[in-house]
Nanobody
Framework: QVQLVESGGGLVQAGSSLRLSCAASGRTFSAYAMGWFRQAPGKEREFVAAIRWRGFSTLYTDSVKGRFTVSRDIAKNTVYLQMNSLKPEDTAVYYC????????????????????????WGQGTQVTVSS
């Protein structure tokens, strides 16, 4: 079993920055990749970013490219989402998720954008950006 705990959300003004953290724990943490998703009220959960756990490949949705950066610290079993130049439309609950079943990079690239492909989820952290 894997447990994921997000932190770092809050209320900020447009143009500000936040860094979200997702700490993973369990008997053995061996995710192939980690993803960040977000869900605004009345909307579907959408992909934000993903990173391979033991590699350097990253993926982003177009709306956050150049503003958000996903990274991970293997020693701390933690994945981060640095969010800069925040906009009101970034307001949502942000979730981290672990994909432990992707088989290789090609498989991961096909799966990363689909929330149903992830095996474990955190409880979410609220990000609110005021205009």
């Amino acid at each position: 079993q894997v447990q994921l705990v997000e932190s770092g959300g809050g209320l900020v003004q447009a143009g500000s920055s936040l860094r979200l953290s997702c700490a993973a724990s369990g008997r053995t943490f061996s995710a192939y990749a980690m993803g960040w998703f977000r869900q605004a009220p009345g909307k579907e959960r959408e992909f934000v970013a993903a990173i391979r756990w033991r590699g350097f490949s990253t993926l982003y949705t177009d709306s956050v490219k150049g503003r958000f950066t996903v990274s991970r610290d293997i020693a701390k079993n933690t994945v981060y989402l640095q969010m800069n130049s925040l906009k009101p439309e970034d307001t949502a609950v942000y979730y981290c998720a672990a994909d432990i079943t992707a088989s290789d990079v090609s498989d991961w690239r096909k799966r990363a954008f689909d929330y149903s492909e992830y095996d474990y989820w955190g409880q979410g952290t609220q990000v609110t950006v005021s205009s």
